[in-house]
Nanobody, 122 residues
Framework: QVQLSESGGGLVQAGESLRLSCAAS????????MGWFRQAPGKERTFVAG????????RYADSVKGRFTISRDNAKSTMYLQMNSLKPEDTAVYYC???????????????WGQGTQVTVSS
């Protein structure tokens, strides 16, 4: 089993920054791609960013390109999402996910964290 735990969410004003963390425990995640997803009230959960097992080839949703940066530290079994220039439309619960392979895939894996709330006020 893999346990994922997100942290770092909060309430910020538009234009400010936040850094989310996802700590993994249990079975190793270092051999798998990892990603961030988000779900706003009344909407489906959508892909935000993903990163391959070795930190290469990060991918982003168009809505966050140039503002968000995904990274990982396999030695610490931790993944990060640096979010800059936040907008009210970034408000959502952010979830981390372990993809089912070493590279980012179109569909997420079965392991999810509990989520962390990000609220951006205008």
């Amino acid at each position: 089993q893999v346990q994922l735990s997100e942290s770092g969410g909060g309430l910020v004003q538009a234009g400010e920054s936040l850094r989310l963390s996802c700590a993994a425990s249990g079975r190793t995640v270092s051999a798998y791609a990892m990603g961030w997803f988000r779900q706003a009230p009344g909407k489906e959960r959508t892909f935000v960013a993903g990163i391959n097992w070795n930190g290469a080839n990060p991918r982003y949703a168009d809505s966050v390109k140039g503002r968000f940066t995904i990274s990982r530290d396999n030695a610490k079994s931790t993944m990060y999402l640096q979010m800059n220039s936040l907008k009210p439309e970034d408000t959502a619960v952010y979830y981390c996910n372990r993809f089912p392979s070493a590279r980012v895939t179109p569909t997420p894996g079965n392991y999810w964290g509990q989520g962390t709330q990000v609220t951006v006020s205008s």
